[in-house]
Antibody, heavy 118, light 106 residues
Framework: QVQLVQSGAELKKPGASVTISCKAS????????LHWVRQAPGQELEWVGW????????EYAQNFRGRVTMTRDTSISSAYMELRALKSDDAAVYFC???????????WGQGTTVIVSS | DIQMTQSPSSLSASVGDRVTITCQAS??????LNWYQQKPGKAPQLLIY???FLEAGVPSRFSGSGSATDFTFTISSLQPEDIATYYC????????FGQGTKVEVK
Protein backbone atom coordinates (compact mmCIF):
# COMPACT_ATOMS: atom_id res chain seq x y z
CA GLN A 1 0.00 0.00 0.00
CA VAL A 2 1.02 3.61 -0.45
CA GLN A 3 2.99 4.71 2.58
CA LEU A 4 5.21 7.52 3.82
CA VAL A 5 7.46 6.65 6.75
CA GLN A 6 9.25 9.46 8.56
CA SER A 7 12.28 9.51 10.80
CA GLY A 8 11.97 9.64 14.56
CA ALA A 9 11.55 12.42 17.07
CA GLU A 10 14.27 15.03 17.45
CA LEU A 11 15.40 17.16 20.38
CA LYS A 12 17.36 20.23 19.34
CA LYS A 13 18.79 23.32 20.97
CA PRO A 14 17.80 26.80 19.80
CA GLY A 15 19.93 27.84 16.84
CA ALA A 16 20.58 24.27 15.72
CA SER A 17 19.38 22.57 12.55
CA VAL A 18 17.19 19.52 12.08
CA THR A 19 16.79 17.20 9.12
CA ILE A 20 13.77 14.96 8.81
CA SER A 21 13.49 12.14 6.29
CA CYS A 22 10.45 10.69 4.55
CA LYS A 23 10.61 7.35 2.73
CA ALA A 24 7.91 6.62 0.18
CA SER A 25 6.70 3.20 -0.88
CA UNK A 26 3.84 1.66 -2.82
CA UNK A 27 3.88 4.13 -5.71
CA UNK A 28 6.25 5.70 -8.21
CA UNK A 29 8.15 8.30 -6.20
CA UNK A 30 8.59 10.73 -9.08
CA UNK A 31 4.87 10.76 -9.96
CA UNK A 32 3.77 13.08 -7.14
CA UNK A 33 4.88 16.21 -5.36
CA LEU A 34 5.81 15.81 -1.71
CA HIS A 35 4.84 18.54 0.73
CA TRP A 36 5.88 19.29 4.28
CA VAL A 37 3.24 20.53 6.71
CA ARG A 38 3.78 21.29 10.37
CA GLN A 39 1.53 21.60 13.39
CA ALA A 40 2.59 23.23 16.64
CA PRO A 41 0.95 21.85 19.79
CA GLY A 42 -2.74 22.73 19.80
CA GLN A 43 -2.36 24.83 16.66
CA GLU A 44 -3.49 24.72 13.05
CA LEU A 45 -1.78 23.07 10.10
CA GLU A 46 0.91 25.20 8.44
CA TRP A 47 2.24 24.50 4.96
CA VAL A 48 6.05 24.62 4.81
CA GLY A 49 6.77 23.85 1.17
CA TRP A 50 6.98 21.26 -1.57
CA UNK A 51 9.50 19.35 -3.63
CA UNK A 52 9.01 17.91 -7.08
CA UNK A 53 10.83 14.57 -6.88
CA UNK A 54 11.21 14.47 -10.67
CA UNK A 55 13.68 17.35 -10.85
CA UNK A 56 14.22 18.48 -7.27
CA UNK A 57 12.37 21.74 -7.85
CA UNK A 58 11.09 23.36 -4.68
CA GLU A 59 8.72 26.05 -3.46
CA TYR A 60 8.67 27.30 0.11
CA ALA A 61 6.18 29.29 2.15
CA GLN A 62 7.22 32.88 2.73
CA ASN A 63 7.68 32.29 6.47
CA PHE A 64 10.37 29.67 5.88
CA ARG A 65 12.34 31.01 2.93
CA GLY A 66 16.03 31.24 3.75
CA ARG A 67 15.73 28.78 6.61
CA VAL A 68 14.44 25.59 4.98
CA THR A 69 15.83 23.31 2.31
CA MET A 70 14.02 20.34 0.79
CA THR A 71 15.89 17.65 -1.11
CA ARG A 72 15.26 14.16 -2.39
CA ASP A 73 17.11 10.98 -3.30
CA THR A 74 15.21 9.18 -6.05
CA SER A 75 17.41 6.08 -5.75
CA ILE A 76 15.84 5.31 -2.38
CA SER A 77 12.49 7.11 -2.84
CA SER A 78 13.19 9.48 0.02
CA ALA A 79 12.69 13.16 0.67
CA TYR A 80 14.33 15.35 3.28
CA MET A 81 13.55 18.64 4.98
CA GLU A 82 16.24 20.64 6.73
CA LEU A 83 15.19 23.53 8.97
CA ARG A 84 17.96 25.79 10.28
CA ALA A 85 18.32 28.34 13.05
CA LEU A 86 15.66 26.64 15.13
CA LYS A 87 13.57 28.72 17.51
CA SER A 88 11.28 27.62 20.30
CA ASP A 89 8.23 28.18 18.11
CA ASP A 90 9.56 25.69 15.56
CA ALA A 91 8.59 22.98 18.03
CA ALA A 92 5.92 21.02 16.20
CA VAL A 93 4.95 17.80 14.51
CA TYR A 94 6.22 17.83 10.93
CA PHE A 95 4.35 15.77 8.33
CA CYS A 96 5.46 14.77 4.87
CA UNK A 97 2.49 14.48 2.56
CA UNK A 98 1.93 13.19 -0.96
CA UNK A 99 -0.12 15.36 -3.29
CA UNK A 100 -1.90 13.42 -6.01
CA UNK A 101 -2.96 14.38 -9.53
CA UNK A 102 -6.08 16.09 -8.10
CA UNK A 103 -3.85 18.43 -6.05
CA UNK A 104 -5.14 16.71 -2.93
CA UNK A 105 -2.94 15.73 0.01
CA UNK A 106 -4.03 12.12 0.02
CA UNK A 107 -1.29 10.26 1.91
CA TRP A 108 0.32 11.56 5.11
CA GLY A 109 3.36 10.35 6.97
CA GLN A 110 3.04 9.50 10.64
CA GLY A 111 4.61 12.80 11.68
CA THR A 112 7.94 13.65 13.31
CA THR A 113 7.99 15.56 16.59
CA VAL A 114 10.64 18.24 16.85
CA ILE A 115 11.32 19.65 20.30
CA VAL A 116 13.39 22.81 20.62
CA SER A 117 14.77 23.35 24.08
CA SER A 118 17.98 24.46 25.70
CA ASP B 1 -0.08 34.93 -0.16
CA ILE B 2 -3.66 33.71 -0.16
CA GLN B 3 -5.27 33.75 3.29
CA MET B 4 -8.01 31.31 4.25
CA THR B 5 -10.47 32.30 6.96
CA GLN B 6 -12.58 29.57 8.52
CA SER B 7 -15.56 30.02 10.79
CA PRO B 8 -16.52 29.23 13.37
CA SER B 9 -13.32 28.25 15.18
CA SER B 10 -15.31 25.76 17.21
CA LEU B 11 -18.85 24.49 17.49
CA SER B 12 -20.89 22.16 19.63
CA ALA B 13 -23.78 20.19 18.13
CA SER B 14 -25.95 17.21 18.94
CA VAL B 15 -25.82 13.85 17.22
CA GLY B 16 -28.04 14.07 14.15
CA ASP B 17 -27.63 17.82 13.73
CA ARG B 18 -26.65 19.46 10.48
CA VAL B 19 -23.25 21.14 10.84
CA THR B 20 -21.95 23.85 8.51
CA ILE B 21 -18.45 25.33 8.33
CA THR B 22 -17.46 28.19 6.07
CA CYS B 23 -14.12 29.03 4.52
CA GLN B 24 -13.36 32.33 2.82
CA ALA B 25 -10.38 32.95 0.55
CA SER B 26 -8.66 36.33 0.35
CA UNK B 27 -8.84 36.16 -3.44
CA UNK B 28 -10.57 34.13 -6.16
CA UNK B 29 -9.36 30.52 -6.03
CA UNK B 30 -11.94 29.00 -8.37
CA UNK B 31 -12.69 25.54 -7.00
CA UNK B 32 -9.12 24.90 -5.91
CA LEU B 33 -10.10 23.93 -2.37
CA ASN B 34 -9.88 20.76 -0.31
CA TRP B 35 -11.31 19.80 3.09
CA TYR B 36 -9.58 17.57 5.68
CA GLN B 37 -10.58 15.95 8.95
CA GLN B 38 -8.09 15.59 11.77
CA LYS B 39 -8.73 13.51 14.87
CA PRO B 40 -6.60 14.05 17.99
CA GLY B 41 -3.12 12.58 17.69
CA LYS B 42 -3.66 11.58 14.06
CA ALA B 43 -2.63 12.91 10.67
CA PRO B 44 -5.31 14.72 8.67
CA GLN B 45 -7.47 12.79 6.24
CA LEU B 46 -8.78 14.07 2.91
CA LEU B 47 -12.59 14.29 2.77
CA ILE B 48 -13.46 16.63 -0.12
CA TYR B 49 -11.37 17.71 -3.11
CA UNK B 50 -11.91 20.41 -5.71
CA UNK B 51 -14.50 22.05 -3.45
CA UNK B 52 -17.27 19.48 -3.88
CA PHE B 53 -15.97 16.02 -4.81
CA LEU B 54 -16.21 13.34 -2.14
CA GLU B 55 -13.07 11.30 -1.63
CA ALA B 56 -13.57 7.56 -2.15
CA GLY B 57 -14.65 5.78 1.01
CA VAL B 58 -15.82 8.94 2.77
CA PRO B 59 -19.43 8.81 4.05
CA SER B 60 -21.98 10.69 1.98
CA ARG B 61 -23.09 12.79 4.97
CA PHE B 62 -20.04 14.94 4.22
CA SER B 63 -20.32 17.47 1.41
CA GLY B 64 -18.73 20.63 0.10
CA SER B 65 -19.79 23.51 -2.10
CA GLY B 66 -18.73 26.94 -3.27
CA SER B 67 -16.36 28.65 -5.64
CA ALA B 68 -14.29 31.81 -6.03
CA THR B 69 -13.91 33.12 -2.45
CA ASP B 70 -16.72 31.46 -0.47
CA PHE B 71 -16.93 27.79 0.42
CA THR B 72 -19.08 25.64 2.69
CA PHE B 73 -18.49 22.26 4.28
CA THR B 74 -21.50 20.37 5.64
CA ILE B 75 -22.08 17.31 7.76
CA SER B 76 -25.73 16.47 7.10
CA SER B 77 -26.24 14.40 10.25
CA LEU B 78 -23.49 14.60 12.85
CA GLN B 79 -22.25 11.25 14.17
CA PRO B 80 -20.14 10.65 17.29
CA GLU B 81 -17.20 9.58 15.15
CA ASP B 82 -17.20 12.98 13.41
CA ILE B 83 -15.70 14.66 16.46
CA ALA B 84 -12.56 16.21 15.00
CA THR B 85 -11.04 19.39 13.68
CA TYR B 86 -11.80 20.28 10.06
CA TYR B 87 -9.52 22.30 7.79
CA CYS B 88 -9.94 23.88 4.40
CA UNK B 89 -6.89 24.21 2.14
CA UNK B 90 -6.38 26.15 -1.08
CA UNK B 91 -4.10 25.12 -3.92
CA UNK B 92 -4.62 27.97 -6.39
CA UNK B 93 -1.29 29.52 -5.42
CA UNK B 94 1.16 27.63 -3.24
CA UNK B 95 -0.82 26.05 -0.39
CA UNK B 96 -2.60 27.53 2.62
CA PHE B 97 -4.74 25.99 5.33
CA GLY B 98 -7.56 27.61 7.22
CA GLN B 99 -7.30 27.93 10.98
CA GLY B 100 -9.48 24.90 11.59
CA THR B 101 -12.90 24.28 13.11
CA LYS B 102 -13.15 22.04 16.14
CA VAL B 103 -16.42 20.09 16.18
CA GLU B 104 -17.67 18.75 19.52
CA VAL B 105 -20.77 16.88 20.58
CA LYS B 106 -23.18 18.46 23.07
Amino acid sequence: QVQLVQSGAELKKPGASVTISCKASGYTFTDSYLHWVRQAPGQELEWVGWIDPTNGGTEYAQNFRGRVTMTRDTSISSAYMELRALKSDDAAVYFCVREDHRFSMDVWGQGTTVIVSS
Amino acid sequence: DIQMTQSPSSLSASVGDRVTITCQASQDIGIYLNWYQQKPGKAPQLLIYSASFLEAGVPSRFSGSGSATDFTFTISSLQPEDIATYYCQQYENLRTFGQGTKVEVK
